[in-house]
């Protein structure tokens, strides 16, 4: 019986592609151990205990930024982290970690190298964090959701997705979508969402221009955040949601879309061959850019500023894509190469590969 260490966590991007391992694992061999090793703060604290998975706890250990008093402490309290996860591989008789990224990966690759446990890390952006930088020196193997992303021995397997969007049907499930968001199935869709939390530079380019949208034959489905204040006009054609709880209806519905690039949305997109514009969120390291940088490269996407994105941009560079059915099916071809539903499965095929050779 093989016992797996699934360590991240902190963010949705850590956790979601984690918990999709470890249903596909579970799936697999019922007889198999899968456990999570993750921080007590993190989103992982919650997520992954309702999925039915025991969750194991490690301190988090920010890597220090600037010389100050939090970098002088990091030795002792990494110490004090890696002593923890070995601690949990022996407890539990670990034979394989795989890690994610985040706080809690750190001190679980450098843990299973001291006790010998093979590990393998995953990374899921573009441009890769320092975690999974420094794991991947000495990974037992290395998967990477994206084509030239800088990590030793990195091999593209793809992103872990959610199973119902690697299920999903958009065809057979366009009329029920349709029904749900009060559209019409046999006309196009534009389909605008910024994440969870939303987006306000989308949000606020759609107020201005969703009648010029409307007026180019299409209907627009936009997903504006649960923060977000912005008034629904109440007019056919133009569905209005806060959040929506079934992201799979929406991505059956859309025929194009406008969003964010985070790695799981550029995943997600590219996976169910759907053409897109990105507006990368211009605050961080860049990573977003980056994220859509193979779908852009391969005709599936375009990239657009997001310090220029207003009602403007809409009308001049995203309603010509709409109204030019020639585009439209040369993008949606090229993003059916460039994406995958297999990345769960790819990666897996890494740990199994980690284990023959240990």
Same mark, same amino acid.
């Given at each position: 019986m093989t016992t797996y260490l699934l360590a991240g966590?902190?963010?949705?991007?850590?956790?979601?592609?984690?918990?999709?391992?470890?249903?596909?694992?579970?799936a697999r061999d019922a007889d198999a151990t899968v456990l999570v090793l993750g921080t007590a703060e993190g989103l992982e !604290?919650?997520?992954?205990?309702?999925?039915?998975?025991?969750?194991?706890?490690?301190?988090?250990?920010?890597?220090?930024?600037?010389?100050?008093?939090q970098a002088a402490m990091f030795p002792a309290r990494f110490r004090r982290a890696v002593a923890q996860v070995r601690d949990h591989i022996r407890a539990h008789d670990v034979d394989v970690v795989v890690g994610f990224g985040g706080y809690a990966s750190a001190p679980a690759y450098v843990a299973a190298g001291r006790e010998r446990v093979p590990f393998v890390v995953h990374e899921a952006n573009a441009k890769p964090g320092l975690a999974n930088v420094l794991g991947a020196r000495r990974a037992a193997a290395t998967g990477v959701a994206f084509a030239g992303t800088p990590l030793r021995g990195g091999e593209v397997v793809g992103m872990p997705l959610r199973r119902e969007v690697i299920e999903l049907d958009r065809a057979a499930l366009r009329e029920e979508a349709a029904a749900s968001f009060g559209l019409d199935p046999a006309r196009p869709v534009l389909l605008v969402f910024g994440g969870s939390l939303g987006a306000q530079r989308l949000n606020e380019a759609?107020?201005? !221009?969703?009648?010029?949208v409307l007026a180019a034959g299409w209907q627009l489905l936009h997903v504006?955040?649960?923060? !977000?204040d912005l008034a629904d006009p109440e007019?056919?054609?133009y569905?209005?949601?806060?959040y929506v709880d079934r992201m799979d209806l929406a991505f059956a519905l859309a025929d194009l879309i406008v969003s964010r690039s985070g790695a799981a949305t550029v995943s997600e997109i590219s996976a169910l061959g759907i053409p897109a514009l990105y507006v990368p969120y211009s605050v961080g390291n860049g990573e977003q850019r980056l994220n859509a940088a193979s779908a852009v490269a391969a005709g599936a996407a375009r990239l657009l500023?997001?310090?220029?994105?207003?009602?403007d941009a809409v009308r001049r560079l995203?309603?010509?894509?709409?109204?030019?059915?020639?585009?439209?099916?040369?993008?949606q071809a090229a993003a059916g190469q460039v994406g995958t539903r297999s990345g769960t499965e790819n990666l897996i095929a890494l740990v199994d590969r980690a284990l023959r050779a240990s």
């Open positions: 966590g902190g963010t949705a991007g850590h956790v979601n592609p984690l918990l999709a391992v470890a249903d596909a694992l579970r !604290s919650r997520l992954v205990p309702e999925r039915g998975y025991e969750l194991l706890i490690v301190d988090k250990v920010p890597f220090p930024r600037r010389p100050d008093k759609l107020a201005d !221009s969703w009648g010029d504006t955040g649960e923060r !977000s007019v056919p054609g569905a209005m949601r806060r500023d997001d310090a220029t994105f207003d009602g995203v309603i010509p894509v709409m109204e030019d059915p020639q585009q439209l099916a040369a993008m």
